[in-house]
């Protein structure tokens, strides 16, 4: 049966950009969008299993939902739009953060209140390039998901394994996936205690961060990535990455080889909104010129 909702959002709304976030790659089978431009999801919600159509439908944003977790996901639709974001506190301080939040005055942070929805996949980007990750994350899900409720089934649409199916993978099947053993071992650490884990999705950014930090193998970078999804915490601002202080560095003061710390810096001026900053300063385009070959995509399959 399927059961809906709609949410009128109040000024500039620009959904894509808003929920594009939670999509891992192009062939992800949890996310996909429609001939018609409308946003499927398949979740495992507290209720079960679920999955979500949304679609604009005028001035509204309608949602449709099937499964066991339909009420569930349909009474958190208008979080997961970005309802509980204030953008009207953010206050840019350079001419190119000005431009950026001028032209896209939709943007809003979304918040699943699902932390390990989005932590597996956090944990699989984990020092791998991004082709390698969703690969990882398409055939787990095909391998070990489910089919995801109501129409998204004809789409092939799979909804993530329980924490119990996420640990009765076998070892060959995470090799098979070009996952290695540090980054299976700790989604098998964080499995056992899914529940604890959750529970970071009501709670501020410093008492949700260190929960998540308490598992071994989660370090601040994969919590950022995690609580940026789940909590839509404004300041989760990602550190100990390779790309994004190169990025900030070069389009806010055109200087190359800038590090964490010298981003940090740029950034303290939107103290409490750095990951709303750093989003904006994305969707700039401003990237310093590529002058070494990408990262060839390793087969661990073949080691």
């Known amino acids: 049966m399927c059961v809906r909702r709609t949410w009128s959002p109040s000024g500039p ?41 949304i679609a604009r439908k005028g001035a509204e944003i309608e949602g449709r939902a099937w499964g066991p977790g339909a009420e569930w996901l349909l009474d958190g639709l208008p979080a997961l739009l970005g309802a509980d974001d204030d953008p ?16 896209h005055p939709g943007l809003r942070l979304i918040r699943t209140g699902l932390v390990l ?15 390698e990750a969703y690969r990882a994350w398409r055939l787990l899900l095909q391998r070990h998901g489910e089919p995801a409720p109501g129409p998204a089934e004809r789409m092939r649409m799979r909804v993530m394994p329980d924490p ?5 993978i076998p070892s060959w099947e995470w090799h098979r996936a070009g996952v290695d053993s540090k980054r299976s071992a700790t989604v098998l650490r964080a499995v056992r205690v899914a529940r604890r884990l959750e529970e970071a999705a009501s709670m501020d950014l410093t008492a949700a961060s260190a929960r998540l930090q308490l598992i071994p193998g989660i370090g601040p970078w994969t919590a950022a990535e995690t609580l940026q999804r789940s909590n839509g915490t404004p300041d989760a601002i990602t550190v100990g990455d390779l790309h994004l202080p190169r990025i900030i560095g070069y389009a806010l003061t ?19 909104q750095r990951h709303r900053a750093a989003r904006l300063i994305l969707l700039s385009g401003r990237t310093p010129p590529r002058r070494a070959p990408r990262f060839a995509v390793r087969d661990f399959r073949a080691m």
């Open 164 to 168: 119990r199916a996420w640990a009765l």
């Open 254 to 272: 055109g200087e190359r080889g800038t590090d964490d710390e010298t981003m940090l810096g740029l950034l303290a001026p939107y103290a409490g």
């Open 117 to 131: 929805e989005s932590l597996i996949p956090s944990i699989l980007e984990q020092k791998v390039t991004s082709t």
């Open 13 to 53: 709304y620009d959904l894509s950009r808003s929920l594009g976030v939670l999509q891992r790659g192009p062939g992800d089978p949890a996310f996909q969008v429609g001939a018609d431009g409308a946003f499927w999801r398949a979740s495992r919600t507290p209720a079960g299993p679920g999955t979500i159509r």
């Open 88 to 103: 009207a506190a953010f206050v840019p301080r350079h001419r190119l953060v000005h431009e950026a939040h001028r032209r």
